[in-house]
Every structure is written in structure tokens, then in C-alpha cells.
């Protein structure tokens, strides 16, 4: 126990020499500095001349084209568009592959069988199949959204397998000498036990939807962040399409945070300090 | 006061196939253990120690012969039997408090309050209170053993195994647990079997101590320790049955237990 207390002298507010306001100071510019600088030789480099300010405009003029899209709204629609099809997508990935992976991991004869299958299909781009899915489900919404939930489904999936085969079996013998049946074996020791491998998967998936999202928005849409990039990109905006580059950086990061919260939340036991 | 389980076996038999070839692991083992008996399984690696107490808890149902429980003959794991691994096997993501419950789960004979006080009472047993939230990564090695304990007593079972649950161990904590597994003994009165490689352990806590021998596995002798309790290790009838067990493992008088292979799984 004594590693808690350990750990709890390291805390920013028992800091000897910094003050609670010094010790943010600090964070702040040990996390945020490396951005920071990014964003400032983006800001010079096409006011010194050290790059065409045409392609590569100043940083400031991307903000202030963003201020103007997201005054008229125009931001706020590409973005929810994106949104709600790379969470819609990957919510609907996580929901067929997480039990699909459940039920095959636990026949592992049959997970033996399937896997070379399933590592092709992993292994199978998302975007190579960008032109099969246009074909079968038209250039609507279905199609990206089926593109991101291909994408997604088979890092969980096969996360979720691995996860299921590889529980100790230690603990699935200590389980059964409890007196433990199948089911309750399945949802008190084999679900928790591959949750973290299973999250794994999920946020790899999490990453993918963006991917597979913007390669889908820019080959057909009317409407998302891709569309906007490569719209912007046809009629020489270039404010626009930085703006709607950084977006969709700004998507990725909420999403990944999200999904890392949630899984800090979900294994709280892991994050505990140890001896 | 749990009921303590009496443990027939009669003419207990086990083979293992390996590669095609049929092993023998445990040949006619015969063996009575009383209620509230403490008996300590001694011998080299590979003699089938581990082997038969996976057969009494009822992982492995594959055996000729018979063991039986209160006459009952064993066929599956039940809660009418409890074990102690010498790895702790408690669940990473379940506290202490958690852990201990998973062993009730199946418990139709306790009411929700009886459960609650069973678990209270286990921890207090095992000297963890205040530890009720931890998890097993915050417990030393020692306190987690003592989560293990108190998850196989949880129930009441009649009777509780130990799979070398100190081997893993130092000898400043594994002493101390010694002595707490003999006060657990005396307050629950309940059966217990251990397996051990420590001869030194088996005189400190065993009622009678049985020998095995490897290839086959089988029993060599059972010793009665008549010794009063707390046996101080350092007195000379203690080192007198240390000598005459030790006898059983010198390589001059019986090399095949020293050099038998390691054909034991682990339970």
C-alpha cells in the first residue's frame, strides 16, 4: 500500500518549488508547445516567403475562415454529417462484431477454421472495396456508412476472438472449482477477462471510421468533412480545405477520447497503482 | 460450524495418454481421511500429488476407482469442497470483496444475509479488514493467498485443498501463514488437505503425512505426527521426523522420485 502514498507525493498541487498556477503553466506548455510552434511556422513560413501562400495559407486565415463556416452554419453540417455516419457506422460494427467474436472464440475448432478467413477480409483495404459498395448500394448514405462499418468490424472482431481464446485458463479452472456455470462462467470470468483486448480492437476501429469515412465522403457525397475538403479543393478554396482538414483531425482526437475515457472507466482495475 | 467432509479413496487409478502411449500416473491409491483431519501430501515432482487433489476437486472426472465425499462419489467440481492454488488465480478485475462473493454465487444454502455475513466473517478470518476495495494488484503476495483462502472457505465447504498455496512465497510470510492456516483450521474445524514439496511444512501442520513416489505414482507410507501444538521447529522430535522423511527423498535410497520427470499438470 505504500506505493499509493508514493504516488500521491508526485500530485502538481505538493509541487516544493512551483506554485498550483505554475505547475498548469508548465503542463501547459510541456503538452501544448510542440502544437504550438507547429501552428506558428505554419503562420510564418507563407509570410516569409518560405512557401506559396496560395497552397499553404497562413494559419490565421484558415481560423478566420473557420469563424466565417461556422458562423453561417456550413461547418456545423459537414461535421455532424461526418459524425453521425463514422459513429453510426462504427456503433454498428461494435454491436455485430463484439457477440460474433464472443460466439466464435468460444469454439475454438471452429475460431481455427475461420480465422486465415477473417485475416484475409482484415487484410482486404476498405478503400479497395470503395468502388464494390458504390456499386451495390448506390452513391446515398448506405454506402458509406456500410464502408465504415467494414472497416470497423474486423479489428474488433478478431480483437474480440484473440481475447476470448487467450483467457487464462487458470482462471477459467479456478471458476469452475466455484461451482460456476457455463453462463455465469461466460459473463463473470471470459467477458471481463478479454475486455482489454477487446477495446483494443475497439479503438483501432475507432481510428479506422475516419479513414474509411473520409475516403467515402470524397469519392461521393453531397455533404461531410471529406466532401468539403475535396469540393474545396476543386473550386481552389484553400482556406476551406485545410479547415476542413484540421476537422477532421479534431474528429479523430474526440473520438479517440471518448473511446479512452470509456475504456479507463470500463478497466478501472488496471489503472490502479501496483507494487 | 461448517460440516467437515470425511474422503474415501478406494483403489484410485489414473492414466494419462501421452503420444499414444497410456502413462500411469496414480496406481491403487488407498486413502481415509477423517473429518477435521489435517493431512499433508508430500513427495518429488512428478509423483501425482497435484494430480490427485485435481481429481478430488473434481476438475478431471476421468479415474478408475472411487473417491468419495460423505459417500457421495466425486464427478464434477462442488461447493461442498474448496481450493487454494499456489498461484492465487483471484480475478484482476474484481476487488477483494468481489473476489470472495464470486464464490457464492452458486450458494443456494445461505440466504442474502448469511452471504453477506459469510463474506464479512471470511475477511476477518483472513485478516484483511480494511482491504475490502483493493484490488489484486495493490496486494502483496502473502495478502493475496489470504484472498484465495478466504474465497474457498467462503462457502463453508467441507472440505478445503491446498495446491502448495506457499510455494510461491518467502519464508518470513510463508511461516506466518502457517500459523493463521492452523488457527483457520481449529475455528472452522473443517478437513483440509495440502500438497507440499516443504517436508518442514507438512511435520509444522499435518495430523499425518503421506509419502508418494513417482512411476508410478502411488503411496509409499503414511506418517503420524504425534506431536503437540505450536510444534517449534527446532525441537528434537520435530528434527526427528524431518530425518525419517527426508529419508524417502535421499537419492541414495531411492533415486527414481528424484529423477522421475515432471509428468504432473498443473490442476
Known amino acids: ?275 | 460450524m461448517p460440516q467437515a467432509g470425511t474422503l474415501d479413496i478406494q483403489h484410485l487409478h489414473k492414466y494419462y495418454t501421452v503420444n499414444g502411449a497410456s502413462l500411469n500416473v496414480l496406481e491403487n491409491i488407498d486413502l481415509s481421511i477423517q473429518p477435521g483431519e489435517f493431512m499433508a501430501i508430500v513427495g518429488a515432482s512428478g509423483c501425482g500429488k497435484s494430480t490427485l487433489l485435481r481429481l478430488i476437486i473434481g476438475l478431471d472426472n476421468e479415474y478408475d476407482g472411487d473417491i468419495f465425499l460423505d459417500g457421495r462419489r466425486i464427478e464434477d467440481t462442488g461447493l461442498d469442497r474448496g481450493i487454494v492454488f499456489q498461484e492465487h488465480r483471484l480475478f484482476p478485475w474484481l476487488t477483494v470483496r468481489g473476489n470472495i462473493e464470486t464464490g457464492l454465487l452458486n450458494n443456494t444454502r445461505f440466504s442474502k444475509e448469511e452471504k453477506e455475513a459469510s463474506v464479512r466473517a471470511h475477511i476477518e478470518l483472513v485478516g484483511l479488514q480494511g482491504f475490502e476495495s483493493a484490488y489484486p494488484q495493490q496486494l502483496s503476495g502473502g495478502m493475496s493467498q489470504r484472498v484465495a483462502i478466504a474465497r474457498a472457505l467462503v462457502n463453508r465447504p467441507e472440505i478445503l485443498l491446498l495446491d502448495e498455496p506457499f510455494g510461491a512465497l518467502d519464508a518470513f510470510t510463508r511461516h506466518f501463514l502457517q500459523d493463521e492456516l492452523l488457527r483457520i483450521s481449529s475455528e472452522e474445524g473443517i478437513t483440509m488437505v495440502l500438497v507440499t514439496h516443504d517436508i518442514e511444512e507438512a511435520i509444522y501442520l499435518a495430523d499425518r503425512v503421506v509419502v508418494m513416489q513417482a512411476r508410478p505414482g502411488r503411496i509409499r507410507r503414511v506418517v503420524n505426527i504425534d506431536l503437540p501444538r505450536p510444534r517449534p521447529r527446532n525441537s528434537n522430535a520435530f528434527a526427528h521426523y524431518k530425518d525419517d522423511l527426508l529419508q524417502d527423498f535421499s537419492v541414495g535410497g531411492h533415486p527414481e522420485e528424484i529423477l522421475a520427470g515432471n509428468l504432473e499438470q498443473p490442476a
Request: proline residues 6%.
Open chain 1, 1 to 275: 500500500m505504500s506505493s499509493a502514498n508514493e504516488s500521491s507525493l508526485a500530485l502538481p498541487g505538493d509541487h516544493p518549488f512551483l506554485s498550483r498556477a505554475g505547475v498548469f503553466t508548465r503542463n501547459l506548455i510541456r503538452r501544448g508547445g510542440a502544437i504550438f510552434v507547429f501552428f506558428l511556422l505554419w503562420e510564418l513560413a507563407p509570410r516569409l516567403g518560405l512557401a506559396d501562400a496560395a497552397f499553404l495559407p497562413p494559419f490565421s486565415e484558415i481560423l478566420r475562415t473557420g469563424w466565417k463556416l461556422l458562423a453561417n452554419g456550413q461547418l456545423f453540417l459537414h461535421f455532424q454529417a461526418s459524425l453521425l455516419r463514422s459513429v453510426g457506422g462504427f456503433a454498428i460494427a461494435t454491436v455485430t462484431a463484439i457477440p460474433l467474436g464472443l460466439a466464435i472464440g468460444r469454439y475454438r475448432p471452429f475460431a481455427d477454421i475461420v480465422n486465415p478467413l477473417l485475416e484475409a477480409f482484415r487484410n482486404t483495404a476498405p478503400l479497395a472495396l470503395l468502388p464494390v459498395f458504390l456499386l451495390i448500394f448506390g452513391i446515398g448514405e448506405t454506402s458509406k456508412i456500410a464502408l465504415v462499418i467494414y472497416a470497423c468490424f474486423w479489428p474488433i472482431l478478431l480483437n474480440t476472438i484473440t481475447g476470448v481464446l487467450t483467457v487464462d485458463p487458470l482462471l477459467i479452472k479456478s471458476a469452475r472449482t466455484m461451482g460456476l456455470t457455463p453462463v455465469q462462467l461466460f459473463r463473470k470470468v471470459i467477458l471481463p477477462a478479454s475486455a482489454p483486448t477487446i477495446f483494443v480492437g475497439i479503438r483501432v476501429a475507432g481510428a479506422v471510421s475516419v479513414i474509411a469515412l473520409v475516403a467515402a465522403e470524397m469519392v461521393g457525397a453531397k455533404s461531410g468533412l471529406g466532401y468539403l475538403i475535396i469540393y474545396s479543393q476543386y473550386n481552389f478554396q484553400i482556406p476551406e480545405m485545410f479547415l476542413g482538414i484540421i476537422s477532421i483531425t479534431v474528429m479523430g482526437l474526440l473520438i479517440s477520447y471518448v473511446l479512452r475515457t470509456s475504456e479507463r472507466r470500463l478497466s478501472a482495475w488496471k489503472s490502479q497503482p501496483s507494487e
